[in-house]
């Protein structure tokens, strides 16, 4: 079964603040992800990346960085927090060569409230 | 540009009904598809996906899903719900051009009384 562990569970700071959001993933996949999940809107795509020091954007970037360090570790960056960043975070892994691979497999989340 | 929709925020039945949860998708290219479920305060989990062959395709649980490209739709039904079926479920679509792309659509809660 594979494994995604994000950190912290819970996050709360102030507008203008800086977040980093963590997320481990220990099956070796290729690709990792990131989506917020909001009332109306489902999950959305913020950035991906397909191996260490690549990165992808997804449909709704803006005020997100994301850097991924190693093959396991994927981190999302806010800079200067906003309130309409207030959401549930996932991060998701999958194992990227077509078929069976493009299952994603997904974190516990981390719930994000900027006051 | 890919979408998903998910017609029914919620639906509501009864323990041992049937049931089918609506997904339609628009995407001009060949496509994977394939649904997931969220119960409340957990990750999403993979449930079944289709990307070729026989439309009727089965996955965990007893749920299956039927993918019809005339009517770009991929249903997810279930012949008996237990109460431990209540939780969102998404649809989600990826074209083959970039299938470990995955867009979602926005859920549907099913909530199953006792």
């Known amino acids: 079964e594979a494994a995604v562990t994000q950190s912290p569970r819970n996050k709360v700071t102030v507008t203008g603040g800086n977040v980093t959001l963590s997320c481990r993933q220990t099956?070796?996949?290729?690709?990792m992800y990131w989506y917020r999940q909001d009332t109306g809107h489902g999950l959305r795509l913020i950035h991906y990346?397909?191996?260490?020091?690549?990165?992808q954007i997804g449909d709704v970037p803006d005020g997100y960085k994301a850097t991924r360090t190693t093959q396991e570790d994927f981190f999302l960056l806010l800079e200067l927090a906003s309130p309409s960043q207030t959401s549930l975070y996932f991060c998701?892994?999958?194992?990227?060569?077509?078929?069976?691979?493009?299952?994603?497999?997904f974190g516990a989340g981390t719930r994000l409230s900027v006051l | 540009t890919q979408t998903v929709s998910q017609s029914d925020a919620h639906v509501t039945v009864f323990e041992g009904d049937s049931v089918e949860l609506r997904c339609n998708y628009s995407?001009?290219?060949?496509?994977?598809l394939s649904w997931y479920i969220q119960h409340h305060g957990h990750g999403l989990q993979f449930l079944l996906k289709?990307?070729?062959?026989?439309?009727v395709v089965q996955g965990v649980n007893g749920f299956e899903a039927e993918f019809s490209k005339s009517d770009s739709s991929f249903h997810l039904r279930k012949a008996s719900v237990h109460w431990s079926d209540s939780a969102v479920y998404f649809c989600?679509?990826?074209?083959?051009?970039?299938?470990?792309?995955?867009?979602f659509g926005s859920g549907t809660k099913l909530t199953v009384e006792p």
């Open positions: 998701a892994s999958s194992g990227g060569l077509g078929g069976r691979q493009n299952t994603l497999y």
């Open positions: 099956n070796s996949h290729n690709y």
């Open positions: 990346s397909y191996g260490a020091g690549n990165l």
């Open positions: 995407y001009g290219g060949s496509i994977y």
């Open positions: 289709y990307y070729s062959g026989n439309p």
């Open positions: 989600a679509v990826s074209g083959f051009s970039n299938y470990n792309v995955l867009y």
